[in-house]
């Protein structure tokens, strides 16, 4: 839900531009940033341990901080910053609604 409305606010600014591929983009980034993150806290509770747990992690983050990157390339740090912090929020509270 949160990712569409971090879109929208991607429309606005970026038809002027011509960014239809810069929204998808974003749209796509926050999604994956998501996953991975879910990924890497359902490894803690896995049935592997030890070294093998902590390198499925740690791909995880590695891979969430990559596409860190290609959001700051997109939207400036400030932005890709408070993006994902809001949707990392969105995720905790939905979570402890539930």
């Not at 896995?46 to 939207?75: P, Q, T, W, Y």
Request: one cysteine or more.
């Amino acid at each position: 839900m949160l990712l569409l409305i971090c879109y929208n606010i991607y429309v606005v600014n970026s038809k002027a531009e011509g960014g239809h591929e810069m929204e998808t983009e974003v749209r796509r980034l926050l999604r994956q940033i998501e996953e991975e993150y879910n990924s890497a806290k359902n490894g803690l509770s896995g049935l592997a341990s030890g070294i093998s747990r902590h390198a499925f992690i740690n791909a995880r983050m590695e891979n969430i901080d990559r596409c860190r990157v290609k959001l700051i390339k997109l939207v400036g740090e400030d932005e890709a910053l408070r993006l994902i912090v809001q949707e990392n929020d969105r995720e905790n509270n939905a979570g402890n609604r539930g």
